[in-house]
């Protein structure tokens, strides 16, 4: 999920080279299922960062169910790409962003129940709540991204309270897809190329991300108004298979390839 400042052109809608952030979560998944030390999640980032990786997703749960605290610190310490602390809007993690300033934080909804983040930020429902959520972060220089599926109202209200960045949920897109519902996949690519636009028309950046893999990471890529993709569970699966270089080089050559309309 969010934000990663390259050295081309942001929220311009010119199709540069799109922006790879590495979601290293499920690492800690792994780790956490046997109480260990291992593998470790700092291990997997700095991995990820040598296989081309434009940068780093961290999520820290609530009930620190995989990234824990001491992830977080020895991420910002150790990574030289920037870090993206994805984050539920509460004071805690505020004042857990706050204390590290992460270069990018996103914002998400989150549900304990959830095994994943399952929706969008309500934001267009809660602006005045967020609007003054966020205003310490961006004021302490974080880059302040919501993570909202892809609809008008939540794209508007990201930009009058002051967002940076919207990353478009793709779960969905990706779920219709593998399901063989290829009508709907369909109409829900096309909300997301919509939105894309509206954001970028409305001076936000354009992120996406939840669920893509190789076979439906094309599509995303190629749109002009996306700046960056945000990738975590497939590539730590697939890494169980090729290595996680190989899976990120991989999804690498697919997005460039889309970007170049191959």
């Not at 979601?23 to 046997?34: E, F, K, L, M």
């Amino acid at each position: 999920m969010s934000s990663i400042t390259g050295n081309d052109a942001e929220g311009t809608g010119i199709a540069g080279r799109l922006r790879l952030g590495v979601n290293i979560d499920h690492v800690a998944t792994v780790r956490n299922a046997r109480g260990s030390a291992y593998p470790d999640p700092l291990r997997a980032a700095q991995l990820a960062e040598a296989a081309g990786a434009d940068g780093i997703t961290a999520h820290l749960r609530e009930d620190r169910r995989h990234i824990a605290d001491a992830d977080i610190a020895a991420l910002r310490e150790h990574l030289t790409v920037p870090l993206n602390f994805e984050m539920a809007a509460t004071p805690e993690m505020q004042a857990i962003a706050l204390r590290h300033l992460p270069h990018a934080v996103c914002i998400v909804p989150e549900k304990r129940e959830e095994r994943t983040t399952e929706g969008g930020l309500e934001v267009a429902r809660e602006e005045n709540r967020l609007a003054h959520f966020i205003a310490p972060l961006r004021d302490a220089g974080c880059r302040v991204s919501l993570f909202i599926a892809a609809d008008a109202a939540q794209v508007e209200s990201a930009a009058r309270i002051g967002a940076a960045v919207v990353e478009l949920h793709t779960g969905a897109y990706c779920d219709l897809h593998h399901e063989g519902k290829f009508a709907e996949r369909d109409a829900e690519f096309a909300r997301l190329r919509d939105m894309a636009a509206l954001a970028d028309s409305l001076g936000l950046e354009a992120h996406a991300g939840h669920g893509l893999t190789y076979d439906t990471v094309g599509p995303i890529a190629a749109l002009p108004q996306v700046r960056e993709l945000n990738i975590g569970h497939f590539l730590i699966g697939e890494a169980i298979f090729v290595g996680l270089e190989a899976a990120i080089a991989k999804m690498r050559a697919h997005m460039d390839a889309a970007r170049a309309g191959a």
